[in-house]
């Protein structure tokens, strides 16, 4: 603890920065994750918000990526076809991803092969909550919300017609990007439509993708083969590039919406994405039992099989009702109805290996009220039905249909220079596995919280926030090869080389959460620091039984007690003004220790980074050089091997110039990574197999009408 709060010094006495117009997006940007629609200066909630310049300059092919280098968040890839966000050393099922504040709905939650299914091309802009937002998200979001927001569902009069489109290229994927969008309307009636395509070769890297000698320390960590056992016809290793990492998606949304009275609309929207990837050599491990079958299989079968590609389609159906002050009593009504329908194909050569689908109802419901138990306040309901199969050989959780049902109630009161916030909830959980070998589960699980936010003078507040939180164990936690009766049954789940045996009687996850924040905002620069610590009772992971079958380590999911504790930072500070425009300095970073009681270190944790961005912006011109450095994470946790740190510079510029009377365009180029480092994030179950993207040059141009 003492060697976090030196750095939380160390890091707050630095000088830090940006430009003027960036903090004023960030204080004046309404939040929409929040029921109250409220600024991020009105509250003690931990807040990322990319929107703007900054969200096109930072936005990426996958939302792990475009967030990764922010202050408490980071990046888990699986490939470069796959990035989830990392929030405060949570991911999977306890850091949620929603699309205009509604489940995203994928299956990226259920393994780290799986890719979230949000555009960042296509977001007007991106809000994470960190830290537990269970009251206003449910229990899954444990460890943090990230928002993808976009206008497909106009929420504002458009009054003409406006648009824009984009074209950019990225050297070291070779990728083909395009971006469209178009709105208009009469003022009463809005529309939208917007989509992207999106083609990309494989990744070049520098040096091997395999780091085999990490590779070997891993299976003797895992009890692997001894060396005289060791199979000699290993994955190929390739030098400069990842094999099988290519990709292509595309995505169309249209909505629209009628706006009568003020400010209230009602909307609808559809969209539709496919998009294939695939997985670097060494990703999916077929452990399978040998039988008569299975010997008879040529070579040119086994070879085809180790390329593996992941064939996904997802059609996602929204509807919203939003009405501005309907009574004297209410101030805001808010209904979201969404169908999404997912599914995705893992093809082992031009076989399909296994199916996995998902079908999700959810609907949500806020009453934003005015003075009754607070100054104001927002009661709640969500509700999400949700089918979920895997159909194959690597199907290891039985098909299973869950019901979810949350009530919350948010209340907050303005007192001097004080905001005082606190709010419940209760969820309901039901999971229902379609197989004799288990009994449907249920769970209710109560939420707490209460902060904070004193504002000490014009320039200075600092917030407290207090929460108690509590998760539902997910459906692969409780079912996963519950249905096999023998050793000969168990499947091996492949993203992680492991059998994986889920555990029926895993009670709720309960987190007590204390956040600290202090934030000082000048009139050209701002620094916001944060000390987090959470305590998880029960908490869920999977824990190496030192059994094997087949030589397959077998991983059971257990509980034990946690805690979480770490510091985070984001600052600009205006230095001067030169010619028409600003010099601004920026420094950010964080650091996150994570422990079992009785396991040692929690696997998968980001390592201390710190970071810095020197930029010059103009009115039309905006270039900056920008450099992050991550420690080696030799706190790898039992069984994981330690990563090595690395640092990578950045160079872009921007500039923008008129067309014509009412349009103007944009060129922008990156050189990405110039000191060609090789990254491997600590955060990655693929680290050892698959480094991130070596130097590279990324250009493109945008027309906006």
């Avoid at 070779?174 to 917007?194: I, P, Q, T, W």
């Amino acid at each position: 603890m003492k060697r976090i709060l030196s750095i939380a010094v160390a890091m707050a006495s630095a000088q830090m920065a940006s430009s003027a117009s960036a903090q004023e997006d960030r204080m004046e940007h309404v939040l929409v994750t929040t029921p109250i629609q409220r600024r991020e200066a009105d509250t003690a909630l931990p807040v990322t918000i990319l929107t703007g310049e900054d969200l096109r300059r930072a936005a990426a092919t996958t939302i792990g990526e475009t967030l990764g280098n922010r202050a408490g968040i980071a990046n888990a890839t699986f490939g470069p076809g796959v990035g989830r966000p990392v929030i405060r050393g949570q991911q999977g099922p306890r850091a949620i991803t929603l699309q205009n504040n509604i489940l995203s709905a994928d299956v990226s939650s259920f393994s780290p092969d799986h890719s979230v299914t949000v555009e960042a091309l296509l977001a007007d802009s991106v809000e994470v909550l960190r830290g537990p937002s269970t009251l206003l998200y449910g229990g899954g979001a444990i460890g943090g919300v990230v928002n993808v927001i976009d206008n497909r569902i106009p929420r504002e009069a458009i009054d003409g017609i406006e648009g824009a489109v984009e074209y950019r290229y990225d050297e070291a994927s070779d990728m083909d990007a395009g971006v469209g969008r178009l709105e208009g309307g009469n003022g009463k009636f809005s529309f939208h439509l917007s989509g992207t395509t999106r083609e990309t070769d494989d990744l070049d890297i520098p040096g091997f993708a395999i780091d085999e000698q990490a590779v070997e320390e891993q299976e003797e960590l895992l009890g692997g083969h001894d060396e005289g056992e060791h199979d000699e016809e290993e994955t190929e290793n390739t030098d400069g590039f990842i094999a099988n990492t290519d990709s292509e998606t595309d995505v169309i949304n249209a909505g629209f919406s009628f706006h009568f009275g003020e400010g209230s609309f009602a909307g609808f929207s559809v969209s539709h994405l496919e998009s294939e990837y695939g997985l670097p050599p060494g990703a999916h491990a077929h452990h399978e039992h040998e039988d008569e079958h299975e010997e008879e299989h040529d070579e040119d079968h086994e070879e085809e099989e180790e390329v593996v590609r992941l064939d996904m389609e997802q059609t996602r159906y929204d509807a919203m009702l939003h009405l501005q002050n309907p009574t004297e009593w209410a101030e805001a009504v808010r209904g979201f109805l969404t169908y999404t329908d997912y599914s995705h194909d893992e093809l082992e050569g031009s076989e399909v290996g296994t199916q996995f689908n998902r079908e999700t109802w959810e609907t949500r419901l806020e009453l934003v009220h005015g003075a009754f138990l607070g100054d104001h306040g927002v009661i709640g309901l969500q509700a999400r039905a949700d089918e979920f199969e895997a159909v194959g050989e690597e199907g290891y959780v039985p098909r299973t249909d869950s019901t979810e049902l949350g009530l919350f109630v948010l209340e907050d009161w303005h007192r001097g220079d004080w905001i005082y916030e606190v709010g419940a909830r209760v969820d309901y959980v039901e999971r229902d596995p379609d197989t004799v070998a288990s009994s449907e589960e249920d769970f209710t699980a109560f939420s707490l919280s209460g902060s904070a936010l004193w504002q000490i003078n014009d320039t200075w507040q600092a917030g407290i926030a207090l929460s108690r939180s509590e998760r539902a164990p997910s459906t692969e936690e409780l079912f996963s090869n519950v249905e096999a009766t023998n050793e000969e049954e168990l499947v091996t789940h492949p993203a992680t080389g492991a059998i994986e045996i889920g555990d029926t009687d895993l009670d709720e996850e309960v987190s007590l959460n204390f956040d600290i924040s202090l934030h000082w905002h000048g009139e050209r620069s701002w620094a916001e620091l944060s000390v987090f610590y959470n305590s998880f009772e029960d908490y869920i992971f999977l824990l190496n039984s030192g059994e094997e079958v087949d030589e397959t380590p077998v991983y059971l999911y257990e509980q034990d007690d946690a805690e979480f504790y770490g510091v985070e930072l984001e600052s600009s500070f205006h230095i001067m003004d030169i010619g028409p425009g600003s010099v601004d300095l920026g420094v950010r970073g964080d650091v996150i220790s994570g422990e079992f009681d009785d396991a040692g270190d929690v696997p998968r944790l980001p390592p201390v980074r710190v970071g810095g961005q020197l930029s010059w912006s103009g009115e039309n011109f905006h270039t900056y050089v920008s450099v992050l450095n991550a420690a080696d994470q030799d706190d790898p946790g039992d069984f994981e091997t330690e990563t090595d740190g690395w640092t990578r510079w950045d160079i872009g510029a921007d500039y923008r110039f008129q067309v014509a009377d009412s349009s103007e365009a944009q060129l922008f180029v990156k050189w990405k990574n110039i000191g060609d480092d090789q990254i491997r994030l600590s955060t990655s179950f693929l680290r050892n197999f698959a480094p991130e993207a070596g130097e590279s040059i990324e250009a493109g141009v945008r027309f906006i009408f």
